[in-house]
C-alpha cells in the first residue's frame, strides 16, 4: 500500500457544516455528515445552526455537536423586526469566526439555512475549502450571497445559473433516505416477480390508493382539504386514502367524518414510509426539496401543493421544474380545499396518466445524490501522507 493510499484510509478531515431552518436542509448536512463518517470513521465534525431553530433539537438527536449562532432570516411581512438584523448578522460572523479559529476545519459545508451566511462568509474569508448545496429550484438569500465566494455548488435542478457562477456548479441532486427508498423499489419488484396475474391484480390495489403526506408537523391546507372532501371521497370507496395529518393536527382531525370513512385511514405521522409509498400510486404532498427528490427517486405520479409559506416562494419553483417536464400536477395552496381532492381522484382513474407522470418524473431522479456530493466535497481538500499524520 503507498503511503498516500494509506493516508487517505487513515485522514481524519475536521469537517463544519452548516444547515438549518427546515428538514430540507437539516436532512442533507446530515446525511453528507453521515457519509464522510462513513468513508473517514476518524473524521471530526461541528455543526453550526441559528439560536431556536428545528437543527439545534435534530442534530444532536443525529449525534452530532452543534453551536448556535444569533441570527434571523429577514421578515417579508414583519418588516420592522429587521431593524435589529444588522447586529445579529455582525455578532454571528464574529462568532463565525471565533468557531472556525478554535475548531480549525479542513472543509466547511452548507446546505442553506440561516446560520450558513456567516459561517460559511468567515470560512471563505480565511481561505478554508468550502462547498454549498443549494437544494431548491429557486436559491435561497444566503446560498446567493455566498454564491461568488464559495469554491463549489452542487445543485439538484437545472438553470441555476441564473443564481450563480456556472463554472463553480456541479449537478448532483438532493440527498434521499437511499435505503428506505430501495425498500420501496424491492417490494415493488417482488410484486412483479410473483407472476403476471398476481402482480396485476397488486397493481391494480396500488393504482387505487392515494398517500397524502403533510410532513411529521402536518400541512393545514392538506388537512383542510380533506375535511372538506367528505362526500366525494365517499363515492369512491374502492380509492384508499392514507391521510398522514401530522403531530400538529391529529387531534383536530381524527374525529372527523372524512377521517371516520371506511377507506381513509389517518395517522399523525408514518414511521414505515416504505410500505405507505410501496402501497401508494399517487402521492399528494408540498413541493420541498427533499420530498421532491423522493418521489422522482421512486418515480411515483404526484399531485404537488407548494407552500406559500416558506422563502421567497421556492416551492412553486420546485414544483414547476417538475411540471414543466410532465411529471407532477400542481394544485394552487388557495384552491388546494375547491379542487384538489377532485384532481386526485379524477387522475387515479386514468392509468396511461399516472403511468406517464411516474416515468417522467423517473428520468428526473439522481440516485446516489450523497455520494457525489461527498465526492466533490473531499475534492476540495489536499491530502497528503504528511498532513494524515498530523
Request: hydrophobic share 55%.
Given at each position: 500500500m503507498s503511503a498516500l493510499t494509506q493516508a487517505r484510509k487513515d485522514w481524519a478531515p475536521r469537517i463544519i457544516v452548516s444547515g438549518g431552518g427546515t428538514g430540507g436542509h437539516i436532512f442533507p448536512a446530515v446525511a453528507i455528515a453521515n457519509e464522510i463518517k462513513q468513508r473517514h470513521p476518524k473524521a471530526e465534525f461541528l455543526f453550526v445552526g441559528a439560536l431556536g431553530r428545528m437543527e439545534m433539537e435534530k442534530v444532536p438527536k443525529a449525534g452530532y455537536a452543534i453551536e448556535g449562532l444569533p441570527i434571523a432570516g429577514l421578515q417579508r411581512k414583519k418588516w420592522w423586526k429587521n431593524f435589529s438584523l444588522p447586529v445579529k448578522l455582525w455578532r454571528s460572523l464574529q462568532q463565525s469566526r471565533s468557531i472556525i479559529k478554535r475548531f480549525r476545519p479542513d472543509l466547511a459545508i452548507g446546505t442553506g439555512g440561516y446560520a450558513g451566511g456567516p459561517l460559511l462568509y468567515a470560512a471563505a474569508g480565511r481561505r478554508i475549502p468550502t462547498l454549498i448545496l443549494e437544494p431548491n429550484a429557486f436559491a435561497g438569500l444566503a446560498n446567493k450571497w455566498l454564491g461568488n465566494r464559495v469554491d463549489k455548488i452542487c445543485i439538484a435542478f437545472e438553470g441555476m445559473e441564473n443564481y450563480f457562477p456556472k463554472e463553480k456548479l456541479v449537478m448532483t441532486g438532493n440527498p434521499v433516505r437511499e435505503q428506505?427508498?430501495?425498500?420501496?423499489?424491492?417490494?415493488?419488484?417482488?410484486?412483479?416477480s410473483q407472476g403476471v396475474t398476481e402482480a396485476t391484480s397488486a397493481e391494480t390495489t396500488r393504482a387505487r390508493s392515494i398517500l397524502l403526506i403533510g410532513g411529521s408537523q402536518g400541512a393545514r391546507t392538506l388537512n383542510r382539504a380533506l375535511r372538506a372532501s367528505t362526500a366525494a371521497i365517499a363515492a369512491h370507496p374502492d380509492i384508499q386514502w392514507t391521510w398522514q395529518c401530522g403531530a400538529l393536527y391529529i387531534e383536530e382531525y381524527r374525529d372527523c367524518e372524512t377521517a371516520q370513512l371506511p377507506n381513509v385511514h389517518i395517522t399523525a405521522f408514518i414511521d414505515r414510509m416504505d410500505e405507505a409509498y410501496s402501497q401508494a400510486s399517487l402521492v399528494i404532498g408540498r413541493a420541498g426539496a427533499i420530498t421532491i427528490a423522493e418521489l422522482t427517486y421512486l418515480g411515483k405520479a404526484s399531485i404537488l401543493v407548494p407552500s406559500p409559506n416558506v422563502a421567497e416562494d421556492h416551492q412553486t419553483v420546485n414544483a414547476k421544474a417538475l411540471e414543466k417536464e410532465g411529471a407532477t400536477v400542481i394544485v394552487k395552496d388557495e384552491?388546494?380545499?375547491?379542487?384538489?381532492v377532485d384532481t386526485a381522484i379524477k387522475l387515479i382513474n386514468e392509468l396511461s396518466q399516472l403511468t406517464e407522470i411516474g416515468q417522467a418524473a423517473s428520468a428526473m431522479g439522481r440516485p446516489g445524490a450523497v455520494g457525489r456530493i461527498v465526492d466533490e466535497a473531499l475534492s476540495l481538500i489536499p491530502i497528503t501522507p504528511k498532513k494524515a499524520e498530523v
Open positions: 428506505m427508498l430501495q425498500n420501496v423499489l424491492e417490494r415493488q419488484q417482488a410484486l412483479v384552491n388546494a380545499q375547491a379542487q384538489l
